[in-house]
């Protein structure tokens, strides 16, 4: 775009005038020199349409001198001013303040790598990336910083459509190309086989990873993950996944695709580092995002590929739940009465972008016809799990008749066969089948799971079991059905040690597992070792011991720094080492599991929540260690400081009474603070069997445990509510 401008006329002071101005001082106390009204007129072409100031230097100005601009006083011999055809200057400034001042609306002077203002407040600098797209003359109508916002899926948006991205990295801190497409190679070799890392679309990411238009936070969260898990320790994936973490937190208002599959993978992170608070409440930003977005309904207009990304992103985040807890609705994150998406596809078809019909989460009449696929039995898998958790949770606080538990247990069992027989023949369980397997992962995982939903339903029947129904329901059912649920437990509990011995001599050693494999080997070897001291049990102590040691390499070998699963190698080698104490001394006469360690306070919550939740040493909420500090809202009252002067001075009574009692509250059977309905007994100091194992520290950090809250119901005895 060119502009004509006509030429400026100078203007006309007279001499004397002048000359008048420029000799007499002018009045005042103060006397200051009268600017020159001709040299104040004088600017240039390019800096009148800058707005800027112009020094008016003869022949060219400093500003377009220091710019490079072709300056108006530039004229070219024989040609008048009139005669001057302007150039529209190049623009030099971003058409976008940073993000932080745009956010403050405070005035940013776009100064890369970080601009003033955030230097002067001490704060990160980040612009908004600029569009790929366009040549450079369209850049001149429409603002290179320009921000996109939809809810485009991973494999539908083009390269040119992306989000927004972090431009201020430090230097040498993000990964360079090389690394990048050797950190994302490995990722789909290792990581994407598990269930909850399988959302992203190996071909259209290995694509932009290639031409270098992968979005950065993707790629950072990407690279830091693989990272960790393969314990690449000279890279700086700590910084990278802070990076990501930060741009996703900065834009939290601005749901993006790329963003979720970014916080899923730092949520990843946090959980296989220990930072278990922090992975807990990102987990719950991820399930916003996921609603916000309508990630839990389909969008057939979008293109095969697309769709199965979108199915398979809100999959990852209903999976979440399961490192947490399980079966309490007040920490689902996303309720399966509200997913109206089908399950994901096989591997093939979606790496193909073919579409097949899988069916929905919940059973319906036309699943006959459909190809499940490994992927799709396990999330179905994981449903079923979910509420036989609930079903015992019900069972534990006597909230379940013990009239219907049985008919509950034939159910969930019809729901058990139903998935087996859904499976292909090659998707059935055996040796030939695992070494053939493309997906090995899936395939151990799946009939691991499958059996420890077993474990997990009929261990209620199991009694000196420290997850065992209450003494008075044990006594309701019938003997034949308790005997054959125990039988059932240990069978499957069995099957889980072969399928551990099995991979470990036919499986891929090089392989990575979920969480939830160890926790089926954590529990299969507590099973096994427990059985082996009732009578008619088909393995020995020595040879039950033995079999746990199976179970305890597999953690050790295949989750050797992960620490969502320290506690559980711990826990299990400590249980070993005391069965094996048992064995030595030959004293098997009590079927009770080994006493752990003192339990630690559980005064930082409300009690009557931890009574209710009942969560696991292995949970990783439990972990997380949460202050509630409601306490500090008010300050105390006059009459709460004299209490607690008075509670000061009889602390050595009051501690000497606790020990004195807690032999007779120890003795106090079991059954007598239970009636058959599940209401707790009142009684001053409720306290299990000595011999009982306390359930907060050893259990399945699915179900939680059943320490001695669980009995009562606190000091006034209320019940507890219908619903978790």
């Given amino acids: ?112 790598p970080s601009c003033s203002s955030c230097v002067r407040r001490n704060r990160t600098c980040s612009y908004p990336r600029a569009r790929r797209n366009g040549s450079a003359a369209d850049s001149s109508t429409e603002p290179s910083g320009a921000i996109v916002f939809d809810d485009r899926s991973a494999g539908d948006a083009s390269p040119s459509q992306e989000d927004i991205g972090m431009v201020n990295m430090a230097e040498g801190s993000a ?18 086989p598990l269930p909850s890392f399988a959302f992203l679309h190996k071909p259209t990411v290995l694509l932009r990873c290639r031409d270098q238009t992968i979005n950065e936070t993707l790629k950072l969260a990407i690279c830091a993950v693989t990272s960790l898990q393969l314990q690449r320790t000279s890279l700086c994936h700590d910084l990278w996944v802070q990076q990501a973490e930060q741009t996703i937190l900065q834009q939290i208002g601005r749901a993006s695709i790329f963003h979720l599959q970014a916080l899923l993978l730092v949520i990843r992170y946090r959980i296989e580092s220990g930072d278990f608070p922090t992975a807990f409440m990102l987990a719950a930003l991820a399930a916003r995002t996921a609603l916000a977005l309508r990630l839990n309904y389909e969008r057939p207009e979008l293109s095969e590929v697309a769709q199965e990304a979108r199915r398979r992103l809100f999959w990852a985040v209903y999976l979440l739940d399961d490192f947490f807890c399980v079966g309490l609705r007040e920490f689902e994150l996303c309720p399966e009465e509200t997913i109206h998406l089908q399950l994901p596809c096989d591997e093939e078809y979606f ?41 015992n949770r ?129 529990e299969s070897a507590r099973l096994v070792m427990f059985s082996s001291r009732i ?15 199976l179970s305890l390499s597999l953690i050790t070998k295949f989750f050797p720094y992960s620490a969502s699963t320290q506690p559980l190698r711990k826990d299990l080698e400590r249980l070993i080492a005391s069965y094996s104490v048992r064995l030595a001394l030959q004293t098997q006469e009590t079927f009770s599991e080994p006493d752990p360690p003192s339990t630690r306070p559980s005064t930082k919550v409300s009690q009557y929540a931890s009574s209710r939740q009942r969560l696991s040493v292995q949970s990783l909420l439990l972990q997380s260690d949460f202050i509630d500090d409601s306490n500090e809202i008010a300050g105390p009252t006059q009459g709460e400081a004299i209490q607690a002067t008075t509670n000061g001075m009889h602390t050595t009574s009051r501690t000497a009474h606790v020990s004195g009692s807690s032999s007779e509250a120890a003795a106090t059977p079991r059954n007598q603070t239970w009636s058959m309905t599940g209401m707790a007994a009142q009684q001053p100091n409720p306290c299990l069997d000595a011999g009982q194992e306390d359930a907060g520290l050893i259990f399945n950090p699915w179900m939680g445990f059943a320490g001695t809250e669980d009995m009562y119901y606190g000091v006034s005895g209320r019940p507890p509510d219908e619903e978790f």
């Fill in 394 to 522: 019900r069972v534990g606080l006597g909230e379940e008749l013990s009239s219907t538990i049985g008919g509950s247990i034939r159910r969930f069992e019809e729901e058990l066969s139903a998935l087996t027989a859904n499976l292909r023949p090659l998707e059935q369980y055996s040796i030939s089948n695992l070494t053939s397997s493309r997906w090995q992962t899936q395939f151990i995982m799946l009939h691991m799971s499958w059996h420890q939903c077993h474990c997990d339903l009929y261990r209620l029947g199991l009694d000196g079991y420290s997850e065992a129904a209450p003494s008075p329901i044990l006594m309701a059912i019938p003997p034949r059905e308790r005997i054959a649920m125990q039988f059932k437990c240990f069978e499957h509990a069995e099957n889980i040690i072969r399928i551990v011995r099995d991979f470990s001599a036919h499986g891929n050693g090089e392989c990575f597992l979920e969480r939830d494999a160890a926790v089926c080997a954590f």
């Fill in 175 to 192: 990964p360079d190309p090389e690394t990048t497409m050797t950190l994302v190679l490995d990722y789909f070799e290792h990581l994407y």
């Fill in 1 to 112: 775009m060119t502009e004509a401008l006509r030429p400026l006329r100078p203007l006309q002071v007279s001499s004397d005038s002048h000359e008048s101005q420029s000799t007499e001082p002018r009045s005042g106390p103060i006397s200051n020199p009268t600017p020159d009204p001709l040299k104040k007129r004088v600017v240039c072409s390019q800096c009148r349409i800058r707005k800027v100031r112009c020094d008016g230097g003869p022949n060219l100005c400093q500003n377009c001198d220091r710019l490079g601009f072709q300056c108006s006083f530039q004229q070219l011999p024989g040609k008048s001013p009139g005669q001057y055809v302007v150039k529209l200057p190049e623009r030099r400034r971003r058409m976008q303040a940073c993000i932080p001042c745009h956010s403050k609306k405070t005035r940013c002077l776009g100064e890369l």
């Fill in 535 to 549: 009578p008619g049990a088909t393995s020995s102590l020595d040879l039950a011991i033995n079999k746990a040691k």
């Fill in 351 to 391: 790496d193909a972008g073919r579409y097949i019909h899988t069916g929905m989460l919940r059973p319906g009449p036309s699943d006959n016809a459909t190809i499940l696929g490994l992927r799709g039995v396990f999330l179905r898998l994981t449903s079923v799990r979910r509420a036989v958790m609930r079903f």
